[in-house]
């Protein structure tokens, strides 16, 4: 880790993507920009953080302070994003001064704003809950009534993993929520708590040209507002839903002006007549822990794609490299077992010799992302129980099922 | 780039490999590491080489020499190579000293020295073309007549991509070649001129603990000595064969006692009563050209294999992906392109968004390995013709069938 940037770590005539961010998702373009003979400049935090342990080329930075943004996307053909915190108006100064930000921060605002979010899809005539802004008690207890009680409360910027989002028992536990979080200058929003049935995620990249490719719709288990699971396709989605929830993907990111990878959160939730509908939860214009499957399960992954697509070169091909891919994060435990990580590693990989196992040299937290499990097969119980029994051995060191090695 | 080594590289509790060498195989090798959660250290040539300039800890020095050997492992959980030339004695030296050296120098001998190799086999049973050391004309001209002729003379080290395979026309061309390269102090030997029908590799992982696992047999097609392209499997090969020739190639790693990646070069040539046979070429105990096809052809890469199998974990699936994978090197054209690299990238892309491209970040030099493509599919007819017009356009920037984009 340089301050100053490498100049070794970019070959010549080959394009160079600043990333801000220093997780696992800046970690991961990394690996695929190194295939594709490109390179990747990270503004890192520290200098051991996911992405910069990995990075030949990384300044070390706050991306608050427009200085270090500025340092980090010297020379760079492109700049992207890990995560949607750098201030919008820093984004807005860059581009003024000619830096090819994508996705332009006019466009990363909806993954920035929840709010904004709301009303900018609502316009568009696109499914979302009704919400309103929150910026008294008042403002609540009004929303409260209209929904019948159903209330989400989100912090409309800054929220992540869960981070920022509740679900007031009552009126009064609203109430002192609001209290609290307008005092403590939180943003809020309200919104309906949604009665779905399953969460789904749409991902589609998008150039700056206006090419725009989808990935199949896959299914999203969550928990506590994290990701714990994504399903690759959707299983028994019905084939107008999820070519409808494609095209409103593609339009979301036509007429939001997108770039790069863009994953649209879902909530798959029962129509008037039974009939199942989606409903718009948030956006992230980058890749997503949704969309971890493609790398072992997909022609082009998220990683390789969102490059390509904020370099404006042509997008690759999203078909099924298998019929189903299971994707099964690795959180970390409540404590770190005794069992080293690597003693883990082996004894899934003894048990399950075709499991794709990512990690990214995280140290442990609980419920702190620390990897990902991806199994490709034919048979969907299969794949996803090898998936679950996987990740719970690398993060428990026991075997969720009772298998005990010979 | 470093000259000591980056301790932030190394993600605590998790495992680091040094490698030695810096080309595109040691690249790779990276990429495979990062998603795994594992680190490489490099020892390389030079800040610029196709792995340096991608490595976060890459130690800069001089393979020959054992003072850089030294800096370059210390602390790593096990030493590997990208290239077959580090002394065999310096490997040695280190192995005494407890350094985890993977293959052991005992059984990489046998991939430096093609005359080594050529008697084990041989004393083995294991099919070898007739052979004969060259240390005098007389031993050369003895050889010629042994073999009607039919003589191949080699370098017995140092040789790569044909340098140091020569083709005499006749007698007197085999002496005088063989006069000027023993006078140049070459070491040499001879065999013969094998007749064969095409070029197979059999490619196998085998870790300490003895296990081993084997991929497709595939067809690997050579000019000049080097490989343009590989074809997994290998089209038409009799099951009996593959099955006999993946057995060979367990045999060799198993009884020459090799760890990590196992590349056996093969002739396939008629046998008496016309039916095919398999010949021993060479060895080659690292990630191998003709092993490219599995980064995108296959459930687990050669070069994630490698890793796993030096560090004596768990060795993975090595089941098909696709039906079939087609992987043609991108050689350096007699004259770049005036169109630069990525223009040619895109013209690729846009007509084959199933391409798989990886670039090497090495820069241009006629014939040189820049980079490869891998298709896969279920038509062979098709993934070979596109794999074969993008490489070659990648190359020449002309598309070899005529074709005019719209
Ligand atoms: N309106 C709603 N109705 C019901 N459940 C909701 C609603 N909004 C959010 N949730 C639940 O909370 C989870 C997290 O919400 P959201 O995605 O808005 O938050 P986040 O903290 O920004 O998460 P992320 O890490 O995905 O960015 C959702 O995946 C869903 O399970
Ligand atoms: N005995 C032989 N008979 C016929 N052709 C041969 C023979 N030996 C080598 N060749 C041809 O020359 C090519 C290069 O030979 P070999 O693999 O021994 O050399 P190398 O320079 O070490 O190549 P590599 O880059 O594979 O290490 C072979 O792939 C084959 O096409
Ligand atoms: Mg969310
Ligand atoms: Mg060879």
């Given at each position: ?30 690996t ?39 340092r ?39 993954a ?14 696109l ?12 403002d ?16 409309t ?5 869960g981070?920022?989002v ?23 929003m309200?919104?309906e ?69 863009l ?8 129509g ?14 980058r ?21 390509r ?21 690795t ?45 490709t ?30």
């Amino acid at each position: 880790m340089t301050d100053s940037g490498n100049p070794h770590a970019h070959a010549p005539g080959t394009p160079t993507v600043a990333v801000i961010g220093d997780g696992q998702l800046a970690r991961m373009m990394q690996t695929a920009a190194i295939e594709l003979g490109q390179s990747v400049r990270l503004l890192a935090g520290a200098p051991d953080a996911s992405a910069a342990q990995v990075a030949a080329d990384c300044v070390q930075g706050d991306y608050h302070e427009l200085v270090d943004l500025e340092r980090a996307v010297e020379g760079a053909d492109a700049v992207t994003f890990d995560h949607e915190h750098v201030p919008n108006r820093h984004l807005r100064t860059l581009l003024d001064r000619g830096v090819v930000v994508e996705p332009r921060p006019e466009a990363l605002i909806y993954a920035q704003d929840k709010l904004e979010q709301r009303r900018r899809l609502h316009e568009l005539g696109l499914p979302v809950p009704p919400f309103a802004a929150v910026e008294s008690i008042d403002d609540a207890v009004e929303f409260f009534e209209r929904v019948n009680g159903a209330v989400c409360l989100k912090a409309t910027r800054g929220g992540y993993d869960g981070h920022g989002v509740w679900f007031p028992e009552d009126l009064e536990d609203l109430k002192k929520l609001v209290e609290k979080l307008l005092g403590d200058e939180v943003p809020l929003m309200a919104e309906e708590k949604v009665p779905f049935t399953r969460e789904l995620s749409a991902m589609v990249a998008r150039n700056r040209r206006g090419e725009c490719v989808a990935w199949p719709v896959v299914e999203s288990v969550q928990a506590d507002g994290i990701c714990h699971e994504a399903v690759a396709p959707a299983p028994g989605l019905p084939v107008d839903i999820e070519r409808g929830t494609r095209t409103l993907a593609e339009t979301i990111a036509r007429e939001l002006d997108v770039t790069g990878v863009l994953a649209v959160e879902l909530f798959e939730a029962d129509g008037p007549g039974g009939e199942p509908r989606v409903v718009v939860n948030e956006l992230a214009m980058r890749p997503h822990n949704t969309g971890h499957w493609t790398q072992d399960g997909c022609v082009t992954s998220q990683f390789e794609q969102h490059l390509r697509a904020v370099l404006n070169m042509p997008l690759g091909s999203t078909e099924l490299a298998a019929p189903h891919t299971v994707m099964v994060n690795t959180l970390g435990a409540d404590e770190s077992p005794e069992m080293p990580l690597t003693e883990r590693v082996n004894a899934v990989w003894r048990r399950f010799p075709h499991a794709k196992i990512h990690l990214y040299g995280k140290s442990h937290r609980p419920g702190r992302k620390l990897g990902h499990v991806n199994v490709t097969g034919s048979d969907l119980r299969a794949v996803r129980r090898e998936a679950q029994l996987a990740a719970h051995f690398l993060v428990h060191a026991v075997w969720a099922d009772g298998y005990r090695e010979a």
